[in-house]
Nanobody, 115 residues
Framework: QVQLVESGGGLVQPGGSLRLSCAAS????????MGWYRQAPGKQRELVAA???????NYADSVKGRLTISRDNAKNTVYLQMNSLKPEDTAVYYC?????????WGQGTQVTVSS
């Protein structure tokens, strides 16, 4: 079973930046579509950004132009660079890996945007 470990969350002021990382175990990372999801209190989990094995990306409309997903297959790691953060970006951010019928989640990292 693959382990996904997120890091990089924290408290940041509006307009600030954070970079989240998700490190995956195992040797199949390059085949996975990797995604970042988030869940705010009282809301459903939603897709923020995803990147395929081939490097194609897609983003939620609410984050386009501010958040960037990338991957480093040599390090088995996916990143989420978050710029121009807003209070409404406050949530627990989860890393997701999927390929064929495989689908797994990290434990989540808290991002709080507040002054």
């Amino acid at each position: 079973q693959v382990q996904l470990v997120e890091s990089g969350g924290g408290l940041v002021q509006p307009g600030g930046s954070l970079r989240l990382s998700c490190a995956a175990s195992g040797s199949m990372f390059s085949r996975y579509t990797m995604g970042w999801y988030r869940q705010a209190p009282g809301k459903q989990r939603e897709l923020v950004a995803a990147i395929t094995a081939g490097g194609n990306t897609n983003y939620a409309d609410s984050v386009k132009g501010r958040l960037t997903i990338s991957r480093d297959n040599a390090k088995n790691t996916v990143y989420l660079q978050m710029n121009s953060l807003k209070p409404e970006d406050t949530a627990v951010y989860y890393c997701n890996a999927r390929w064929l019928d495989y689908n797994d989640w990290g434990q989540g990292t808290q991002v709080t945007v507040s002054s």
